[in-house]
């Protein structure tokens, strides 16, 4: 019998110097699909993202642009998807991290292989003159998972001064499980670093490269996505999906100009809810395992701590969590190679 699956997409930040050649490493076979997306970057004079995957080393600034980043994580993690045993596992709904939300839509049909790329590299490459604003990422939870009154209440303090003071926007931009993502212009960041308590002297981190995505910030980004992509892009989905608000989007029960205000709307402008996603995706379709495609695996953290938070199945902090991990997996990330051994044929 099939086991019920969740797939979760990743989203920009995670493919790095640890992901470089992992294009080729598991999908240099795959010619249809890169083909499609390197036909696109190409007619936009871009760097074909197998040129990017080949490089001798890795380039913050080359493999973090949005136009760069965001192809390339597409590519791999389609790919991905493509490569579940599907004789094993049965996907039941897919969902995402912030620009992975694009990517679950192909995953779950509402966009066709040239379609999702013309999305996916178009919003990718919006910023290429000019990145508007930027994220930073803050936990809650301390180091056993639980979660953190002190920190919470600590950061929801400082986003309430710094929203105070004159010249500074700021913004709740992703509820990433055991951290949050805070977007805004360069004044209100700036602050933020220097009033928040440090914590194991790597937070708050400033994310390279990001934008104040999710936010009021990006008003112009919409606008200009809704003129440059047509609705016809989209079409009814064959699979369910999960979006950023934690609304299952349930095949033949939406329309597809629905989903296209959303997805342009919205999810561009409004806080991601990647946990509440989660937490929705696993209490309205019991999967028996989620799977979180590549590159990189540092999703599975936020997918862990987000079913700590809710004693999901007997996981109840961070050490229950890897006994569980140890003798039964529950999360497959296929950025690991011991993971990915359990998902492909």
């Known amino acids: 019998m099939k086991e019920k699956v969740l797939v979760v997409c990743p989203g920009r930040g995670t493919y790095n110097k640890e992901e470089l050649g992992y294009l080729g490493r598991y999908h240099s076979g795959k010619s249809t699909m890169i083909d499609t997306i390197e036909e696109h970057r190409v007619k936009n004079k871009q760097t074909p993202i197998v040129q990017l995957d080949e490089m001798n080393q890795y380039n913050l600034k080359k493999h973090t642009s949005g136009e760069n980043a965001s192809a390339l994580i597409y590519g791999c993690a389609l790919g991905d998807f493509y490569d579940i045993d599907r004789d094993r596992y049965d996907v039941v709904a897919v969902t995402g991290n912030s620009m992975g939300w694009y990517i679950a839509l192909r995953c779950a049909g509402v966009l066709n292989d040239r379609n999702a790329i013309n999305l996916i590299n178009t919003m990718g490459s919006m910023m290429k003159n000019g990145i508007i604003g930027g994220q930073l990422i803050y936990p809650v939870?301390?180091?056993?998972?639980?979660?953190?009154?002190?920190?919470?209440?600590?950061?929801?303090?400082?986003?309430?001064?710094?929203?105070?003071?004159?010249?500074?926007?700021?913004?709740?931009?992703?509820?990433?499980?055991?951290?949050?993502?805070?977007?805004?212009?360069?004044?209100?960041?700036?602050?933020?670093?220097?009033?928040?308590?440090r914590v194991d002297d790597r937070f708050p981190m400033r994310l390279y490269n990001h934008a104040a995505f999710h936010t009021p910030l990006l008003h112009k980004v919409s606008e200009t996505a809704k003129q440059s992509l047509p609705v016809s892009l989209f079409t009814p989905s064959t699979t369910a999906l999960i979006d950023g608000k934690g609304k299952v989007w349930q095949p033949d029960c939406f329309s597809v100009d629905e989903i296209y205000d959303y997805t342009l709307g919205p999810q561009v402008l409004e806080p991601y809810y990647f946990g509440r996603a989660i937490e929705i995706a696993v209490k309205e379709f019991a999967p028996d395992k989620i799977i979180i495609t590549g590159p990189g695996s540092n999703l599975g953290v936020s997918v862990a701590q987000k079913l700590v938070q809710m004693k999901w199945d007997g996981m109840v902090d961070k050490k229950s969590f890897l006994e569980r991990q140890e003798s039964a997996p529950y999360i497959l990330s296929m950025g690991r190679e011991d993971e990915r051994a359990i998902v492909v044929r």
């Not at 301390?142 to 710094?162: R, Y």
């Open 141 to 197: 939870v301390d180091e056993h998972w639980q979660f953190d009154d002190d920190k919470a209440n600590h950061l929801n303090q400082v986003i309430k001064e710094v929203k105070d003071r004159q010249g500074c926007e700021l913004y709740l931009s992703i509820d990433l499980g055991g951290y949050r993502v805070l977007g805004g212009n360069e004044p209100a960041l700036k602050l933020v670093e220097e009033m928040l308590d």
